[in-house]
């Protein structure tokens, strides 16, 4: 390959692993037809389990809750847009997810920045409106539309015309948030579906989930997978328009949940939970363009990690990081794997996040047989020996007193970093939009 590639990011917020593979209910053909022809890594986990840690670590390449964590990226954080940008690329970001906003920083080295995370868009006279007048037109609004997000057909419009005007080589992201709750599949599922789906999915994942009936449980799983269904049909549609362009043979095309979502497998549902696989286990599939070196269709059984994505695509494309980058990177190519077989140099896979609201982190540490959870907010561990128990359901932590004590020891390492690389960062007071808070109510990110 002569030139540097295009590079298309897709995640798709929610999407676990079984979704995708494993699970014959789902009718996914694009997604099926993907993985026949490019590189899937089978065990990939993310380091987040909700969008903000998750993507703090996948557009940084460092850990979330590392330099000053990840409800802000703070202004000396080096991200991989300004890494393409340097590199001469164009950058492109069109999502509608609140927890990746300008507020929050995110939109650090993107020449575009294009977000939708207000129903109601204020311009002129009324941005000078009182807040509760703006909050109340943005709930009208919301009523009146049938889901909380920018749905995957006005998203993949947006991208297509960026892909069709951006000069190449061009780095483009979008948050495709179609999977995640309230579960609102388009289609046949039409708004008067909309308020009995977005009650059911509140009880579920925010305020009674102990309550939820078994009839309750498999409408959940129902719209969940219909909602996967939905978006790999418009996943198909937008890959044949670049396709149809002649823009996919010098396309990078990366497709991979940011994290999963929990369906009472411990006790709770969608992604508030500790870091277990279902939520940390997420689809990756890479189509690499015409001209490299790496054998398409192959599967990949190693341990890889979220974080590992970008610096692959930039080793791809030849790409030099800056020094500050280079020292705060903890992500890595995965190219050596693909092209020798070199197993990555991590034997760890580290998911961490902060509690929303609160002091508490919670942690996840998982290896090749262990699978290691602290929770900070009621100060317990667990351990699971993945081999015997792969869906983690006993925890035998007082049966392995020296694995504990070896996990523990990365525990207390990950907790001295976190507070040597979050010394003396100021991370600033998040002024709230009227507005954004109903959009965070509608995803179950707030009460």
């Not at 498999?218 to 049909?233: P, Q, S």
Request: aromatic share 10%.
């Amino acid at each position: 390959m002569s030139s540097s590639p295009n590079v298309l990011l897709l995640v798709v917020d929610s999407l676990r692993y079984d979704a995708v593979f494993g699970d014959e209910s789902y009718d996914t053909p694009t997604l099926d037809r993907l993985a026949d022809e490019s590189v899937v890594f089978d065990r990939c986990y993310s380091q987040g389990i909700s969008t903000a840690p998750a993507m703090t670590a996948m557009l940084t390449g460092r850990y979330p809750l590392e330099y000053g964590g990840h409800w802000y990226i703070e202004d000396e954080q080096p991200t991989f847009a300004e890494q393409f940008h340097d590199n001469g690329y164009a950058t492109g970001a069109i999502h509608s997810n609140p927890n990746v906003s300008r507020l929050r920083n995110f939109d650090k080295g993107f020449d575009t920045f294009e977000e939708n995370i207000l129903p109601f868009e204020t311009d002129g006279l009324l941005e000078r409106a009182p807040d509760d007048l703006l909050r109340y037109a943005n709930k009208f609004v919301r009523l009146l539309r049938r889901t909380p997000y920018m749905p995957s057909p006005r998203v993949n419009d947006r991208l297509a015309k960026w892909t069709e005007v951006a000069p190449e080589p061009w780095f483009l992201w979008t948050q495709y948030m179609d999977v995640h709750g309230p579960y609102l599949p388009g289609g046949e599922f039409t708004y008067r579906n909309k308020f009995r789906a977005e009650k059911l999915w509140r009880k579920a994942a925010v305020n009674a989930a102990e309550d939820v009936t078994p009839a309750e449980h498999e409408e959940l799983r129902t719209n969940y997978r219909k909602e996967v269904e939905y978006f790999d049909d418009e996943l198909g549609k937008f890959l044949a328009r670049l396709d149809w362009r002649g823009q996919l043979d010098d396309t990078l095309v990366v497709v991979v949940g940011d994290h999963g979502d929990e369906f009472y497998e411990h006790d709770d549902y969608g992604h508030s939970n500790l870091p277990y696989d279902e939520l940390t286990r997420v689809p990756l599939l890479m189509s690499f363009p015409d001209g490299t070196d790496i054998d398409q269709p192959q599967r990949v059984d190693d341990l890889v990690r979220c974080v590992d994505i970008l610096p692959t695509a930039l080793d791809l494309a030849g790409a030099e990081l800056t020094e500050e980058m280079e020292q705060r990177l903890v992500g890595e190519s995965l190219l050596p794997l693909l092209r020798e077989g070199s197993a990555p140099s991590f034997d760890v896979v580290v998911t961490e996040k902060e509690i929303r609201g609160e002091t508490a982190l919670r942690f996840g540490f998982r290896t090749e047989r262990w699978k290691f959870l602290y929770d900070g907010k009621a100060d317990r561990t667990l351990l699971y020996d993945l081999d015997a128990d792969p869906d983690e359901t006993e925890n035998v932590a007082d049966a392995h007193p020296e694995v504990v004590d070896e996990f523990e020891d990365h525990l207390d390492a990950r907790l001295e970093r976190i507070e040597r690389t979050s010394a003396g960062i100021q991370i600033p007071d998040l002024a709230s939009q009227p507005g954004v808070e109903e959009r965070l109510q509608a995803l179950g990110y707030q009460e």
